[in-house]
């Protein structure tokens, strides 16, 4: 089989991809309520021509804006951080062994609101890759893998379908955020100019 080489311009995408998909978990859920409330209190600021009501119906969501605001900076800051690092070669990059593929039950609380910390909380069912080496990798929910791929995308479930016990992946990740990870598989990626560490996936370097 053919191997497509691995870009540092590919490794940016997917760990920003990564960086979005943890950013999406953070903010999805009150982006549900957050945009209601301040359409009704609009709404009710015309209807009422009284400024102040709209205000106030707007204020009951103004602890969950700041909130959000101080999470959309956060994560402008951490994109920053991955184009930075990416640039400077500061990235783990080690072999890993396949032991297995879980589908699991996560409990996944959201941001605490309203002074109610189980407000929100729910379960989900998600995939994880296991690693021989004790690592794990959590499956994201995007539509395609490797997008930036001419032979070798694939979906969510064409991953789990076509990666087997005992395969070798490349594993990636931000050194000091292993969230921000993505995994290549051996058979159909090679590093080109990039280094790995030892291959048993036991030690990483840039």
Same mark, same amino acid.
């Given at each position: @089989?053919?191997?497509?080489?691995?870009?540092?311009?590919?490794?940016?995408?997917? *760990?920003?991809?990564?960086?979005? +998909?943890?950013?999406?978990?953070?903010?999805? +859920?009150? *982006?549900?309520?957050?945009?209601? /409330?301040?359409?009704?209190?609009? @709404?009710?600021?015309? &209807?009422?021509?009284?400024?102040?009501?709209?205000? &106030?119906?707007?204020?009951?969501?103004?602890?969950?804006?700041? !909130? +959000?605001?101080?999470? &959309?900076?956060?994560? !402008?800051? =951490? @994109? !920053? @951080?991955?184009?930075?690092? /990416?640039?400077?070669?500061?990235?783990?990059?080690?072999?890993?062994?396949?032991?297995?593929?879980? !589908?699991?039950?996560?409990?996944?609380?959201?941001?605490?609101?309203?002074?109610?910390?189980?407000?929100?909380?729910?379960?989900? =069912?998600?995939?994880?890759?296991?690693?021989?080496?004790?690592?794990?990798?959590?499956?994201?929910?995007? $539509?395609?893998?490797?997008?930036?791929?001419?032979?070798?995308?694939?979906?969510?479930?064409?991953?789990?379908?076509?990666?087997?016990?005992?395969?070798?992946? +490349?594993?990636?990740?931000?050194?000091?955020?292993?969230? /921000?990870?993505?995994?290549?598989?051996?058979?159909?990626? $090679?590093?080109?100019?990039?280094?790995?560490?030892?291959?048993?996936?036991? $030690?990483?370097?840039?």
């Amino acid at each position: @089989m053919k191997k497509e080489a691995l870009k540092l311009s590919n490794i940016k995408a997917d *760990l920003k991809r990564m960086a979005d +998909f943890y950013m999406s978990n953070r903010v999805d +859920f009150r *982006l549900t309520y957050i945009v209601p /409330i301040a359409i009704i209190a609009v @709404m009710l600021g015309i &209807l009422t021509k009284r400024v102040w009501v709209g205000l &106030l119906i707007f204020s009951l969501s103004s602890i969950e804006l700041i !909130r +959000f605001a101080r999470d &959309l900076k956060a994560h !402008r800051n =951490t @994109m !920053r @951080m991955i184009s930075a690092a /990416i640039d400077r070669g500061d990235i783990s990059i080690s072999v890993e062994t396949l032991s297995h593929i879980a !589908r699991e039950v996560i409990y996944e609380p959201n941001t605490a609101s309203y002074g109610n910390p189980s407000y929100g909380d729910e379960t989900k =069912t998600v995939t994880f890759f296991y690693f021989e080496g004790g690592g794990s990798w959590r499956v994201p929910s995007v $539509e395609k893998h490797y997008s930036w791929s001419q032979d070798y995308y694939m979906s969510q479930s064409g991953l789990e379908n076509t990666s087997t016990q005992g395969e070798q992946f +490349f594993f990636i990740c931000l050194q000091g955020y292993y969230d /921000i990870a993505y995994i290549y598989p051996c058979d159909r990626f $090679e590093l080109g100019d990039l280094k790995t560490g030892r291959e048993d996936g036991a $030690e990483s370097v840039k």
